[in-house]
């Protein structure tokens, strides 16, 4: 299949190779174009624009945030925008964590361009996109999404379809990354406690993930948070910043109250805010160490 992908940062860059390992013709792009080149040496096709991405039976895009999406796909800079380029009856995939708002803004751009649309976020950090280990949370129309079964096998271990409604699969990974936050934050206070009385921080952790706490949430990140390892983030502090956000965004739009996601927006804003947005989120693991005055973390 011809194949356009767009954004090619830690998660953009295993997708993107796992299609083209799979046999698919894939024109890459992004806005600094020396992260193509590896991808090209794979087999991929490099792409001078975002028009030039479009001229495929499906797009994706895996960016950053709200403004990155509607830049590349509304923009008309570098020779035009998803709407404007994509070919009548071809489907823009959005891989995006986005808010809810943005994605139904999407589902109603491309059909009135003639165009199809689908919602398919990732659970998984960047080596499991490297590994073609994602879990795959996909929404749309049953004819949109069943031609791209085969796509969505190809970078990740499971797809779940939760709803014909495109924006409910982003609504699916905000709730799920409001839940990650919640995890690290309340390990990171737990490691605290105990490592000002003494104990060690892996072997706590150790102890938590082997008996109570087995989920690879909590594995993966109590390890990063005992270990201190955030540098270089698999997922930035002001990422989960932006997540909390849109999260009680859709929260509020839902008249649900999320107690919890507000103190977790408190906690992510006060990193970003004294220089460290650029760590990874499990660094709320050393917030809450610096707060119990044990830290070895610059002041």
């Not at 096998?153 to 799920?176: M, Y």
């Not at 839940?179 to 892996?202: M, W």
């Not at 005992?226 to 910043?241: H, I, Q, S, V």
Request: charged share 20%; proline share 5%; net charge negative.
């Amino acid at each position: 299949m011809d194949i356009g992908f767009i954004g090619l940062g830690n998660m953009g860059q295993g997708m993107a190779a796992n299609l083209v390992e799979a046999g698919h013709r894939v024109a890459v792009y992004n806005r600094s174009p020396g992260k193509a080149e590896a991808l090209v040496e794979r087999g991929a096709t490099a792409a001078r624009t975002v028009a030039e991405a479009c001229r495929a039976e499906v797009v994706f895009t895996m960016l950053a945030d709200d403004a990155a999406v509607e830049a590349v796909t509304f923009g008309d800079g570098g020779g035009g925008g998803i709407v404007s380029s994509l070919p009548a009856g071809a489907t823009h995939v959005s891989s995006s964590t986005i808010s809810v708002a943005l994605s139904q803004r999407l589902a109603g751009a491309h059909a009135d361009a003639g165009q199809r649309y689908a919602a398919a976020p990732v659970f998984g950090r960047p080596e499991a996109s490297a590994a073609a280990k994602l879990f795959v949370i996909a929404a749309g129309p049953p004819p949109v999404l069943a031609p791209l079964a085969p796509l969505l096998d190809a970078i990740g271990q499971r797809t779940f379809v939760v709803s014909d409604e495109p924006h409910t699969a982003n609504l699916v990974k905000l709730s799920g990354n409001f839940l990650l936050a919640s995890a690290i934050e309340s390990v990171g206070e737990a490691v605290a406690l105990v490592a000002k009385a003494g104990v060690d921080r892996q072997q706590y952790v150790d102890i938590l993930t082997s008996t109570l706490f087995t989920a690879p949430a909590y594995a993966t990140y109590g390890g990063l948070i005992a270990r201190r390892e955030f540098e270089p983030a698999g997922f930035a502090a002001r990422l989960g910043l932006k997540d909390v956000r849109l999260v009680l965004a859709a929260a509020e739009q839902l008249e649900v109250p999320l107690p919890v996601a507000s103190v977790l927006r408190d906690r992510l804003l006060r990193l970003v805010a004294t220089g460290d947005g650029q760590l990874d989120w499990s660094a709320l693991g050393e917030l809450a160490a610096r707060d119990a005055g044990s830290s070895d973390h610059p002041a």
